[in-house]
């Protein structure tokens, strides 16, 4: 089993930044590709980045490329999103996951409970 936490949500002003961090504990965190997902209220989940084990490739949907950014720490079992230029459409709980791959339609295994990103206008 392997155990992810995510933190750093909270409520910020349209304009600003936020990073998410999800932390990883139990199996080899390192041999997962690892991803970023979020959930609007009244709308289906939706990927947003994800990451390969080595941290060699990323990918973003449209709709945050050049705002957001994944990375991740293997040291510290931790992968991060860095949200700027946050807009009132980027609220919504957002989600860290594991799995063998690292893109939008690839299976993930792991969950995290979500943090919630409220960005007001």
């Known amino acids: 089993q392997l155990q992810l936490v995510e933190s750093g949500g909270g409520l910020v002003q349209a304009g600003g930044s936020l990073r998410l961090s999800c932390t990883a504990s139990?199996?080899?965190?390192?041999?997962?590709?690892m991803g970023w997902f979020r959930q609007a209220p009244g709308k289906e989940r939706e990927f947003v980045a994800g990451?390969?084990?080595?941290?060699?490739?990323?990918y973003r949907l449209d709709s945050v490329k050049g705002r957001f950014t994944i990375s991740r720490d293997n040291v510290k079992n931790t992968v991060y999103l860095q949200m700027n230029s946050l807009k009132p459409e980027d609220t919504a709980v957002y989600y860290c996951?594991?799995?063998?791959?690292?893109?939008?339609?690839?299976?993930?295994?792991?969950w995290g409970q979500g943090t919630q990103v409220t960005v007001s206008s």
């Open positions: 139990g199996r080899t965190y390192s041999s997962y590709g």
């Open positions: 996951a594991a799995g063998t791959g690292w893109g939008q339609f690839d299976k993930y295994d792991y």
């Open positions: 990451i390969s084990w080595s941290g060699a490739r990323s």
